[in-house]
């Protein structure tokens, strides 16, 4: 139902969240080895992140990214799903046809609607910080992330 570009930037963001209750900065080499995805696209991820105001980073021998404190609780999927598959999720007709609508509707549309807000109504109400508490350990065992 997600992007692979949406599900790397969830599992970056939660690396990165992780390293915030450390207070230290993140590098991107070791956010792209966590999460097993190559380091250009995990670059091109964040920083898309980054300009949406979800983290921040920073350059130098002591860079990487990092969550600002007063964001640090306030952060949802929906946040990091909106930035890159939002328009699609919200609007988009999950047989992919251009001209899906409540007027012009595909054979499944109204089924998927309540589908569909379910699943925004999950993102929304589900915490980064949630999900590193309660997820962490799976998500970063090399095992799990390679399938």
């Avoid at 991820?45 to 990092?66: C, D, E, P, T």
């Avoid at 589908?115 to 090399?142: A, G, H």
């Amino acid at each position: 139902m997600l992007s692979k570009s949406c599900q790397h930037g969830i599992k970056a963001m939660i690396c990165i969240k992780k390293n915030a209750q450390k207070s230290k900065p993140v590098s991107i080499g070791e956010v792209s080895s966590k999460i097993n995805v190559p380091e250009a696209y995990t670059s091109k991820i964040l920083q898309r992140l980054v300009k949406a105001g979800m983290h921040k980073s920073k350059k130098g021998v002591n860079g990487g990214f990092y969550i600002e404190n007063r964001l640090l609780d306030k952060l949802t999927l929906w946040h990091i799903v909106n930035e890159i598959d939002g328009v699609n999720l919200k609007y988009g007709c999950v047989l992919g046809l251009d001209d899906c609508s409540n007027q012009h509707p595909c054979p499944v549309h109204n089924e998927y609607k309540s589908i569909r807000q379910n699943l925004i109504t999950f993102f929304e109400n589900t915490y980064l910080t949630d999900l590193t508490e309660n997820m962490v350990k799976s998500l970063f065992d090399k095992a799990y992330v390679n399938k």
